[in-house]
């Protein structure tokens, strides 16, 4: 499955990275891996591969930001690589809100839209 036709990474190894793939499972939407700064501790979370951003084109992605704490930094980071705000989602703490117009599963759905939990 792919978002806007693009790979789907999950940005966050840590408890809100897993909370969101595990949402995904269950969704029976694939993506490809984790982004996480520790990928070389981690190596794979269940059968998916941790990757640091360096590791990863920056061509054909949607990167989703599922953590509880430094989304901004991490944001940040995702953007210095080069990578557009329309390939970055973000999920954190207290924020599930798109912050541009996207498609999803064939639907537009605009920015500033709440309630990602709806849109899976």
């Given amino acids: 499955m792919r978002a806007n ?9 840590g408890v809100g990275g897993r909370v969101f793939a595990k949402v995904l499972n269950t969704a029976g939407i694939d993506y490809e891996g984790f982004i996480d700064t520790n990928a070389k501790k981690i190596d794979k ?5 941790v990757f640091t ?11 989703v930001v599922a ?16 990578i ?3 390939s970055i989602y973000v999920i954190a ?5 798109n912050k541009v117009d996207t498609v999803y599963r064939g639907c537009k759905v605009g920015r500033y839209t709440y309630g990602y939990e709806g849109l899976l």
């Fill in 93 to 97: 703490a207290g924020i599930n809100t």
């Fill in 45 to 49: 979370i269940d059968k998916h591969k």
């Fill in 53 to 63: 951003l360096e590791e990863i084109p920056i061509e054909d992605i949607y990167i």
């Fill in 84 to 86: 557009v705000d329309d």
């Fill in 67 to 82: 953590l509880r704490e430094y989304e901004s930094e991490a944001i940040e980071s995702i953007r210095r690589k080069g």
């Fill in 5 to 13: 036709g693009r790979r789907i990474y999950v940005y966050g190894a």
